[in-house]
């Protein structure tokens, strides 16, 4: 019996250490460095709260997407998850518009975009490329974008996310 690959699968991770000293390592082993707000939504929120009390952003980790098995984003690109979270909602705003524009990491010269193409589209980050099916990307990215801003209202009780509202009108 075959598997079923979930055509769009979003994560968001809050980073457990301070920083990132060792990338190798992080990107080798992330689960040892990050927890999932989906998986345990109560220590993540702990660890935005104590990260908020030493640092200017509680939201650093990572923002994880896999597209049909194939990671699109993940710990190679640690940020603060909030702006992870702009910017590609960011980036399927212009798609949709039709205005092409490149979107950044926050605290990284790291460039996002989603341009058409006549087999779909291209979704592009730090210069790598990975053809999409844009309904099927588009709706995913925005699915994972809600769950995040839903678990920032509940646990938090912040706005440190992207708008509800943003997203659903993008839908």
Do not use: K
């Not at 040892?32 to 200017?56: G, H």
């Not at 923002?63 to 984003?73: A, C, D, F, P, R």
Request: charged share 25%; net charge negative; glycine share 8%.
């Amino acid at each position: 019996m075959t598997e079923r690959v979930e055509p769009v699968r979003c994560d968001t991770a809050i980073l457990i250490p301070s920083t990132v000293e060792d990338l190798e390592s992080f990107v080798a082993d992330p689960a040892r460095y990050l927890c999932s707000v989906s998986e345990e939504p109560l220590a993540a929120a702990r660890l935005w709260s104590e990260r908020l009390c030493r640092n200017p952003f509680g939201g650093d980790g990572v923002v994880s997407i896999v597209y049909y098995g194939q990671e699109l984003i993940g710990p190679s690109w640690w940020d603060d998850v909030t702006g992870v979270w702009e910017a590609l909602i960011n980036c399927v705003e212009a798609f949709r518009s039709g205005e092409p524009r490149i979107a950044t990491l926050s605290g990284q010269p790291v460039e996002l975009s989603l341009r058409r193409v006549p087999a779909g589209a291209l979704f592009s980050i730090d210069r790598r490329t990975t053809l999409v099916d844009p309904g099927v990307f588009i709706q995913g990215v925005l699915d994972g974008a809600a769950e995040f801003s839903a678990w920032v209202h509940e646990y938090l009780g912040t706005c440190d996310a992207p708008s509800v509202e943003r997203i659903n009108r993008l839908r």
